[in-house]
DNA sequence: CCGAGAGGGGCAATCGTTTGCCATTGTTTG
DNA sequence: CAAACAATGGCAAACGATTGCCCCTCTCGG
């Protein structure tokens, strides 16, 4: 092992702060972490030694025999999507301070990865946040049985989770895109096994039903900016006015091949995202678009899995459910009348 | 601690398969890490026995002994910042053909925090990479003495780094700008703290004194898009025809603020970005920019970091530098003549 | 003046692996 | 045929911290 250090043994340990005092190994481990177990004087001779030695604790050490490691992993299925940075930044400022290290993994969208990292990360690491999980119901359950986990949009029976109201606020999508005249709306939905996009889909047609509009759906597309070309495709071969996508990353796509086949927007075609991710506001035409409040989910998420982290694990059953709104930017208007 | 692995015992352990097959640990332990230095039939049943009772190492344990835990710290100044996006996924696909695990860590652009986050992994990661210090030079020396570190974009001696050459992408930039007839550009800056603005400056100013065009430089600037606005309208009091802007989150940040005000771009105004982030293609105007090989610059991080970590933390003195190419898109035209 | 109890400190086991070193066995070589 | 050797397996000591248990020494009350 590299001596990286110093000349001499590597960091300090509990062992030399004990050499450099005089105390016994045991007594400077309480005089740092149980300070009300030992002698006043003592602990400040100790601190001093530490201090003064530079000493920090090592958590590898200290993970072994208490079984914490106080970490968290995050799994989110792509790291470059925009939606999961306000995830990501939620849980991190949540995490630490609560004084948790966050382990970000990307399970790049796919099922077994997620499997398997779980499964590996289950001995290092003191619970999971699942950002967007491609698990099925069962096997996400079982994991859940195993280690403290909380899902962010996905409710599977015992396992705690986020709820981002997204539904609701495509009734609301649907009734603007109504009272600009639309009778004939399509949905551009995500990834089959995204739990999500079947949501939204179903809040979808519902609300179509209550205001007889005609609905249809194309899909499903991997949410990424570059299969919106294909997305908007699949539209213009509907009938439909306006369109619902399953997320902004996909809708920015839409926009854009749009623009190459000089379809105008929203003259031609209204377009409606979900999540409001970063880029919504500046694409072009600005993007109207269910606004989710993701920071807050994060941070939402790391709440529940501390609340069952100290309660020894014992899952928390308990769906936290975050309101959305939509906000009205230029990419949707009235219907063409032609 | 939670017992929520099984019944009885939690998860399985050495013992446990030494039990079973009747070796002891130490066998079973090199008939699993180092096989051969076992007898093949004693490894199959080693292996068997181990598969069965579904034995994975403790990685936190193993970590105690060896030193190493196979786990690497990547340090961002702001996850939400898109020119991360490419960094982290470069890293973690790297990383993980590699069996490394990937920390991620948001420093806030805080030296402070950058520190001290850095003291703490120091313990518990192999390594770390940095990828926007906010540390200066004298201490990034000192802790890259004590544990094995990986600076991008940032050269100091004694670290090893992977340069993004973007000071040649800026000739290139304001060569395309004088082409267009523009005889006055500003230099909207980044962060005072940060190591590639000042590089840039530099780029910027060398290559306008070649070619004799005016300089003006305004900030310094948080790297935020919300900071955009106040870039715009201090580069509306210079004569500046043409700005190039510290990095694309700044420029798309102008953008806005340029529309906002009735200034057209490009016509009144041609606003040059770096680094080609998501969204610099679909803002509007799209953004000419210096591309910058993000992903590649995670990659050669790592491969930097683990070409040190085999060499016993032996610092491999060396910089690669990654070049990188002007991509012209709407927001860069001819000067206005009025 | 003695015994109980509290306060403060130390011993040693423990967590699960890795690894240096030794013991055993069977095989090769001079 | 003896000596040297390779192959294989086991013992036990780390790694650095935590913690149950015991011991010593005061102090105080009866």
């Known amino acids: 092992m590299a001596d990286h250090a110093s000349g001499l043994g590597g960091r300090p340990t509990l062992a030399d702060v004990a050499a450099e005092t005089g105390f016994a190994i045991s007594t400077v481990s309480r005089a740092l972490s149980k300070p ?32 914490r490691t106080r970490s968290v992993a995050v799994l989110v299925s792509d790291v470059t999507n925009p939606f999961y ?27 077994d990865l997620e499997d398997a990292m779980l499964r590996r990360l289950r001995a290092s690491y003191d619970g999971a946040i699942i950002a967007a999980s491609r698990l ?28 981002i109201d997204t539904p609701a606020g495509v009734d ?60 908007a495709d699949a539209v213009l071969n509907t009938r439909a006015t306006a369109c619902l996508a399953f997320n902004d990353l996909l809708a920015i796509g839409m926009l854009a091949r749009f623009a190459e086949r000089g379809v105008r ?23 109207t678009t269910i606004t989710a409040p993701i920071t807050q989910a994060g941070r939402a998420a790391v709440s529940l899995l501390l609340a069952q982290l100290d309660r020894d694990g014992e899952p928390v059953r308990r769906t936290i459910t975050l309101p959305t709104h939509l906000t009205i930017r230029a990419s949707s208007g009235a219907a063409s009348t032609a």
């Open 136 to 163: 099925t119901d069962r096997r996400l359950a079982e994991l859940a049985a195993q280690m403290p986990l909380v899902a962010i949009n996905r409710q599977t029976r015992g396992v705690p989770n986020v709820f």
């Open 265 to 287: 927007v929203p003259e031609d075609m209204s377009v409606v995202g979900c999540d409001d991710i970063f880029g919504a506001d500046f694409c072009h035409p600005p993007l």
């Open 172 to 231: 609301q999508a649907v009734e603007h895109l109504v009272s600009h005249g639309h009778r004939a709306i399509a949905y551009a939905s995500g990834p089959p096994t995204s739990w999500p996009s079947e949501r939204r889909w179903r809040a979808f047609t519902k609300a179509a039903g209550r205001w007889d509009v005609e609905v249809s759906r194309v899909g499903p597309f991997s949410p990424r900016q570059i299969q919106g070309a294909a997305a």
């Open 36 to 67: 009300e177990r030992v002698n006043a004087r003592t602990r400040e001779r100790i601190e001093a030694a530490a201090k003064q030695l530079g000493y920090t604790a090592n958590t590898t050490a200290r993970a072994l025999t208490s079984g």
């Open 85 to 111: 940075f306000g995830i990501i930044r939620g849980t991190q400022q949540e995490l630490k301070t609560a004084g948790y290290t966050q382990l970000l993994v990307d399970t790049e969208e796919s099922d």
